[in-house]
RNA sequence: GCGGGUGUAGCUCAGUGGUAGAGCGUCACGUUGCCAACGUGAAUGUCGUGGGUUCAAGUCCCAUCACCCGCUCCA
């Protein structure tokens, strides 16, 4: 319990480290805020952006066999109904009076165990307003019968419209997942860039979810930032690829500084799996809210063949939705087809002389709540002096500032030096120049942004052509010849 | 959506129906010169928002927004 309240004592202490450093702000905050949105500020764009980088670095750049695409984040209504999401993404969910206890609709049985068939072709609006009889409904949670509310319509995805003229308007949503972008790419790709499976496609992007509960700071929003990739690879081969991408996937958050006791992998049970994975395991980190809970920072999944067949249904299916008006809850998807195998999203693998359909491999991770992650492991109060100093100890490569420079006093010459020596830093490494007040102070905000090196020009610098260097976590200060600086540095800060 | 809690300066928080406060931080000047030093001074408030009660509301009432905790939900 107390181990506890501390944990809680310092998510809170992180938030407001946010706030006051600038890293995180509510959104709209003057106007009262908006619920789940959040804004990065100054210090928190560069965080994010560093761990985007690092991503990306990983997965494409040091790769020989992944390459990248940014796909647009509206697309053509067909895709999500391909791809499962607009039909599960809506769902009508009633409440328990006894218990209070949330179900969706079409799981509740009755006593005999009969459950309400789920529709696949799910209107929102229509199924709403469609009469339900949940008299003889069972609550799975409290076992009471007919106590449930009037059902109400959830919508998980975004939509909106396109085209000005009111009259040809149509409804798009907002993806809830970048990997869709990916798969209906894949043609693409394959056509253009001379790849060979295995390779895998990354993309990093917004996307959106109408997520039931928002929770814990930027943990859980409704508009986040993944980065997804989406490895293909040929039948049988991908049990080796799912352990690979697992090992992968877990070292680099280790190697950015993430402590291997605050993080674990969750492998999901067979009946947890959604029906077209083949596995799947959540990368956790321990965060120091709720009950110190391990959360999901990333989704790896064996997806099968199951989203390139599911679009080359979906292809199939373009003339009966234009036939239909352009009405998604009016068609199914077309039957898939008897050579599905040699469709239009196969590979055909010179090799083997073999046409197949691609195995998908995909990690999947959260952006935002990496970032958070990476803050709250990075984050440490120590006693110096009888005094607390708030530091945050980031992998040098995600560090929003990497070196601040400062004359000791502004004086004797001590700024016009230190400026220069910054105008030279500042074009290879994010710097920060600062010649106000106590040098004590400059450096403990600067450990507060989590800045791994600070140098200050000092009185023996015009003697000897030395500066001294401040390390952040042990706060050692050696002196370096002004002209090595920069190279000091580039060992230290680009590994 | 339910239950509990919170919302006052940039941050942390005091504030008995009767003049809007403190500490820290920020800024300026001076001093000092290597770890949140000292002195002097300054700026900073839709008291979350909107109604209501009252001679008078930060304080009481109603509604609402946001955040935290617990349920619930969770491609």
Redesign the pocket.
């Given at each position: 319990m107390v181990q506890r309240m501390a944990q809680?004592a310092k998510?809170?202490d992180i938030?407001?480290l946010c706030?006051?450093r600038g890293f995180i702000f509510?959104s709209s905050e003057?106007?009262?805020?908006?619920?789940?949105?959040y804004d990065y500020g100054p210090l928190g764009v560069e965080l994010k952006r560093n761990v985007r980088e690092a991503w990306w670095k990983a997965v494409v750049k040091m790769r020989d066999d992944v390459v990248g695409l940014d796909c647009s984040i509206l697309m053509h209504p067909l895709v999500w109904k391909a791809?499962?999401?607009a039909d599960?993404?809506a769902?009508l969910?009633t409440?328990c009076k006894k218990?209070?206890?949330?179900?969706?609709v079409d799981?509740l049985a009755d006593h005999h165990g009969h459950a309400e068939e789920h529709t696949e072709h799910v209107d929102i609006d229509k199924a709403a307003a469609t009469p339900h009889d949940l008299s003889r409904k069972v609550c799975?949670?409290c076992g009471a019968v007919g106590q449930f509310g009037a059902p109400?319509a959830f919508r998980?995805m975004f939509e909106t419209q396109m085209g000005a003229n009111v009259e040809d308007t149509m409804t798009l949503f907002l993806r809830?997942?970048t990997?869709q972008g990916i798969f209906v790419n894949f043609r693409n790709v394959l056509d253009t860039t001379r790849v060979k499976i295995p390779f895998g496609i990354a993309q990093i992007g917004k996307s959106f979810?109408n997520?039931?509960?928002?929770?814990?700071?930027i943990?859980?929003t409704r508009e986040f930032e993944q980065a997804?990739l989406e490895f293909f690879c040929a039948p049988g081969t991908d049990d080796e690829w799912y352990e690979h991408w697992k090992a992968e996937r877990f070292r680099w958050y280790t190697d950015l500084g993430i402590r291997k006791e605050n993080l674990r992998f969750r492998e999901h049970d067979p009946d947890e799996l959604?029906h077209y994975?083949k596995a799947?395991v959540d990368v956790e980190y321990r965060f120091p809210?709720?009950?110190g809970?391990w959360q999901e920072l990333e989704?790896i999944?064996n997806?099968t063949d199951y989203d390139l067949r599911q679009h080359q249904r979906g292809m199939r299916t373009v003339n009966d939705w234009m036939a239909a008006g352009r009405d998604l809850t009016a068609i199914g998807l077309k039957e898939e087809a008897e050579d599905y195998l040699s469709g239009p999203l196969s590979y055909f693998d010179e090799q083997t002389r073999q046409r197949f359909i691609p195995y998908v491999i995909?990690p999947?991770a959260g952006v935002d709540r990496s970032t958070l992650a990476f803050l709250v492991d990075a984050y440490d109060e120590e006693e110096?002096?009888g005094?607390?100093?708030?530091v945050l100890r980031f992998h040098p490569a995600l560090a929003p500032v990497k070196v601040a420079i400062f004359p000791?006093?502004?004086?004797d010459g001590m700024p016009e030096t230190a400026r220069a020596l910054y105008d030279d830093l500042k074009r290879r490494y994010a710097s920060f120049y600062d010649e106000?007040?106590?040098?004590?102070?400059r450096?403990?905000?600067q450990?507060?942004a989590g800045t791994p090196y600070?140098v200050?020009?000092?009185?023996?610098t015009k003697e000897d052509g030395t500066?001294?260097m401040?390390?952040r976590d042990s706060?050692?200060?050696i002196r370096v010849p002004l002209d090595q600086v920069r190279t000091w540095l580039s060992e230290k800060l680009d590994v």
């Open positions: 809680l998510l809170d938030v407001a706030k006051r509510q003057i106007y009262g805020g908006l619920a789940s949105c791809s499962g999401h599960k993404f769902d969910v409440v218990c209070n206890t949330r179900s969706r799981h799975p949670a109400m998980l809830p997942e990997a979810r997520e039931v509960t928002t929770k814990a700071f943990f859980r997804e959604a994975a799947c809210f709720g009950q809970d989704g999944a997806r995909e999947s110096v002096r005094e607390v100093r708030n000791l006093v502004k004086k106000k007040g106590a040098i004590g102070r450096y403990r905000r450990d507060e600070c200050t020009v000092d009185g023996q500066v001294t401040r390390d706060m050692e200060q």
